[in-house]
């Protein structure tokens, strides 16, 4: 990750008519009842918790570029070899005026159920 964000701060509405994240809000909701509620276990359960959810904030940073380096058996990071990338840019206009539209790589993440190989227990983010 870069020490600083892409955008220091961008609200919920620009991130969804900018980045066209339109569920995030929800998603965010859905994701804070998944770790804050384990009782939680049918989806209606985390949906009908996730209308009750309050964000304190309004705003938020953006990356647009992370980086995955690779790091040695003591844990240091080496700066000199990335292993992968993630990068997205949100739709925007060129000196012409016409739309440009976004560009967003698509990551499979292992978040610690997913094997060595295949794509079972892998998410789409």
Same mark, same amino acid.
């Given at each position: 990750?870069? %020490? *600083?964000?892409?955008?220091?701060?961008? $609200?919920? &509405?620009?991130?969804?008519?900018?980045?066209?994240?339109?569920?995030?809000?929800?998603?965010?909701? +859905?994701?804070?009842?998944? *770790?804050?509620?384990?009782?939680? $276990?049918? +989806?209606?359960? /985390?949906? *009908?918790?996730?209308? !009750? /959810? @309050?964000?304190?904030? $309004?705003?938020?940073?953006?990356? !647009? %570029?992370? +980086? @995955? &380096? $690779?790091?040695?058996?003591? =844990?240091? %990071?080496?700066?000199?070899?990335?292993?992968?990338?993630? !990068?997205?840019?949100?739709? +925007?206009?060129?000196?012409?005026? &016409?739309?440009?539209?976004?560009?967003?790589?698509?990551?499979?993440?292992?978040? =610690? &159920? =997913? #094997?060595? %190989? #295949?794509?079972?227990?892998?998410?789409?983010?």
């Amino acid at each position: 990750m870069t %020490k *600083h964000p892409s955008v220091k701060a961008i $609200t919920i &509405n620009a991130l969804r008519d900018d980045y066209g994240a339109s569920f995030f809000w929800a998603a965010l909701a +859905r994701y804070i009842v998944l *770790h804050t509620c384990p009782d939680a $276990t049918t +989806r209606a359960q /985390v949906e *009908h918790a996730a209308t !009750h /959810v @309050y964000i304190p904030f $309004t705003s938020l940073p953006i990356f !647009h %570029k992370v +980086r @995955y &380096n $690779t790091v040695d058996s003591a =844990g240091h %990071k080496d700066e000199s070899v990335t292993i992968d990338s993630v !990068h997205c840019q949100p739709a +925007r206009r060129d000196k012409r005026g &016409n739309t440009v539209p976004g560009c967003f790589d698509t990551v499979l993440a292992n978040c =610690g &159920n =997913g #094997g060595e %190989k #295949g794509v079972e227990g892998l998410y789409i983010i």
